[in-house]
């Protein structure tokens, strides 16, 4: 079955930096487009990243354009986001999703607090 599994979150200064992983299993990695997405309790989930299967296009939130970068690694099956210049507005639960059929992590906490 489709397992997506996130690590990588944390307490972090404002200014910091953390790196998110999400370890892919049960699919074709390789063929689908993935995306970050993260979610403030009681408010929408909002659409952090994305990148394409072949890892050749991606996009972001005006909100973390030039402080977050989307990668893959299509042989070890996982998708990295590297969030850097960390602001307490970037505190949220971070997923991991492929929408192609709806599925999401359980999702890794990131807090950015002094």
């Known amino acids: 079955q489709v397992q997506l599994v996130e690590s990588g979150g944390g307490l972090v200064q404002p200014g910091g930096s953390l790196r998110l992983s999400c370890a892919a299993s049960?699919?074709?990695?390789?063929?689908?487009?993935m995306t970050w997405y993260r979610q403030v309790p009681g408010k929408e989930y909002e659409l952090v990243a994305t990148?394409?299967?072949?890892?050749?296009?991606?996009d972001y939130a005006h909100s973390v354009k030039g402080r977050c970068t989307i990668t893959r690694d299509n042989a070890k099956n996982m998708v990295y986001l590297q969030m850097n210049s960390l602001k307490p507005e970037d505190t949220a639960v971070y997923y991991c999703?492929?929408?192609?059929?709806?599925?999401w992590g359980q999702g890794t906490q990131v807090t950015v607090s002094s």
């Open positions: 990148i394409t299967a072949n890892g050749a296009i991606t």
């Open positions: 999703h492929r929408a192609n059929g709806n599925y």
């Open positions: 049960g699919f074709t990695f390789s063929i689908y487009p």
